[in-house]
Structures are given as structure tokens and as C-alpha cells.
């Protein structure tokens, strides 16, 4: 059984790939993306310098599906939208700039202490599927401007 310190708020998806299609993943895992950004992108530097295009993003949350303190109920209902389109999600996760991460919004502690400890059947699941794990603190995902995980 996972476990959490500290309190677990929401769950989320966030896939990256230069071949995203938005549309598609958004039918395909029923679920409402909270931000869309189309691959190829051009964004400019504070100093004006172009950089590289970036892959497209699509982020969901799964706070509108599921009310659970349970990291092992967030963590099953994401792996559930994502078994069926298992060979999808790892084409992502492999194509050029492509990443896909299960995260855990989780709020630390009295103690100031926030975690995951993910059991070992749960951690396998993700990882078949081509998926990382990814812990946050409270208000990182999404709003204004989202951070990237390293």
C-alpha cells in the first residue's frame, strides 16, 4: 500500500510530445485538460533570443473525478484512463521531447514534512506504462505559470 506524508490535495496527468494531439488524448482518457499548448511552439527569452520550439503539454486534473486521501485510489484511477491506451501513452513518452508523469499535489505536514512512498506493484504499473511519478507542492500545477519538473 502507497502511503503520504502530509496531505494529499489532487492528483493530475501532464503528458508532453512534439506529437501531441490534444484532441485525441483528451477523447481518449475522458478527461478535461486544465492547459493545452500546441507542439512547435515558439517562445522568445527575456534577452529576445528565439528558443527551440516547444513540445505540446496537456495537463489534467483529477479533482473533479475523484475525492479520495488515498494515494492508491488517485494513483488507480489514472492508471485505469491510461491502461487502455497503453501503447498511445508510451508512443508519447518515447517520441522526441516526449515525457508523461503521474503527479500527486500533496500539501506538507504540521512538521513541514510532505512525501510519497509508492509501493512496489503500483511503481512497476507506472513504469510498464512509460510513466513517471512526480510529487508537488500545493498551487504548482496548474495556474498561471506552470512549472516543468526536471
Do not use: K, Y
Amino acid at each position: 500500500m502507497s502511503s503520504v506524508w502530509g496531505t494529499l490535495l489532487d492528483s493530475f496527468l501532464w503528458i508532453e510530445s512534439d506529437r501531441l494531439e490534444p484532441e485525441q488524448l483528451t477523447a481518449a482518457l475522458e478527461l478535461e485538460p486544465v492547459v493545452v499548448e500546441q507542439a512547435g511552439r515558439i517562445e522568445i527569452d527575456l534577452d529576445g533570443t528565439t528558443l527551440d520550439p516547444l513540445p505540446g503539454q496537456w495537463i489534467a486534473r483529477t479533482a473533479s473525478h475523484l475525492r479520495s486521501s488515498s494515494v492508491d485510489e488517485h494513483l488507480q484511477f489514472l492508471i485505469s484512463r491510461l491502461e487502455p491506451h497503453r501503447a498511445l501513452v508510451r508512443e508519447l513518452a518515447a517520441s522526441p521531447n516526449g515525457r508523461v508523469w503521474v503527479g500527486l499535489e500533496v500539501a506538507p505536514d504540521v512538521d513541514g514534512r510532505s512525501g510519497i512512498h509508492l509501493d512496489a506493484a503500483m511503481a512497476r504499473e507506472l513504469r510498464e506504462m512509460g510513466a513517471d511519478l512526480w510529487d508537488v507542492g500545493p498551487g504548482e500545477i496548474p495556474g498561471g505559470s506552470v512549472p516543468r519538473p526536471d
